[in-house]
T-cell receptor, first 115, second 115 residues
Framework: EDQVTQSPEALRLQEGESSSLNCSYT??????LFWYRQDPGKGPEFLFT???AGEEKEKERLKATLTKKESFLHITAPKPEDSATYLC????????????????FGKGTKLSVKP | ETGVTQTPRHLVMGMTNKKSLKCEQH?????MYWYKQSAKKPLELMFV???????ENNSVPSRFSPECPNSSHLFLHLHTLQPEDSALYLC??????????????FGDGTRLSIL
């Protein structure tokens, strides 16, 4: 069964304190792994897509990496405006596994950055 | 307008009411999705429409009825809902890929409360 587990559930950082969020996944064949950011009262906002192990993507203070079993979202010198819930989702290759190529989401990591 | 727009943003209804949620996408995408987001749970995919055809119904109760009149509009008709249906309902759209997968883009959701 296709599955996504995110850790930790919640993370509190001081401004400038770098850290990483983890997304572990089980999927028969990975078509893509997606990171989203969700602010309270808003829908998820797309950040990155990763397709194969070893791939990395960067945007401002965020850097996403991918291995065959997990992805990390590294946050370098975070600011209070980085506070949000970060969601990870995987998409299986069509006709692999039970998810039929749809996105399977984790529960998210709620990040709080204090000034 | 750009992106994915959902109306209303908030809805309170009794269990015997009938109401509809509306979603409109201005991205030129050909696939649209309904998700349910409840506290402490991952996003749950409810329905998928590709080229206006429903391709997925993830065992959703019949009190939820989707409608997709064209590739830009999606509705979710609600009737005789239960208290456990209270949640954030998110609409998303994407371009069904021929090559690498394109991300789904989300609206800001309708916060539904069932009395």
């Amino acid at each position: 069964e296709d599955q996504v587990t995110q850790s930790p559930e919640a993370l509190r950082l001081q401004e400038g304190e770098s850290s990483s969020l983890n997304c572990s996944y089980t999927v028969s064949g990975l078509r893509g792994l997606f990171w989203y950011r969700q602010d309270p009262g808003k829908g998820p906002e797309f950040l990155f897509t990763l397709y194969s192990a070893g791939e990395e993507k960067e945007k401002e203070r965020l850097k996403a990496t991918l291995t065959k079993k997990e992805s990390f979202l590294h946050i370098t010198a975070p600011k209070p405006e980085d506070s949000a819930t970060y969601l990870c989702a995987v998409q299986a290759l069509l006709n692999y596994g039970g998810s039929q190529g749809n996105l399977i989401f984790g529960k998210g990591t709620k990040l709080s950055v204090k000034p | 307008e750009t992106g994915v727009t959902q109306t209303p943003r908030h809805l309170v209804m009794g269990m015997t009411n009938k109401k509809s949620l509306k979603c409109e996408q201005h991205l030129g995408h050909n696939a649209m999705y309904w998700y349910k987001q409840s506290a402490k749970k991952p996003l749950e995919l409810m329905f998928v429409y590709n080229f206006k055809e429903q391709t997925e119904n993830n065992s959703v109760p019949s009190r939820f009825s989707p409608e997709c009149p064209n590739s830009s509009h999606l509705f979710l008709h609600l009737h005789t809902l239960q208290p456990e249906d209270s949640a954030l309902y998110l609409c998303a759209s994407s371009q069904v890929p021929r090559g690498r997968n394109q991300p789904q883009h989300f609206g800001d959701g309708t916060r539904l409360s069932i009395l």
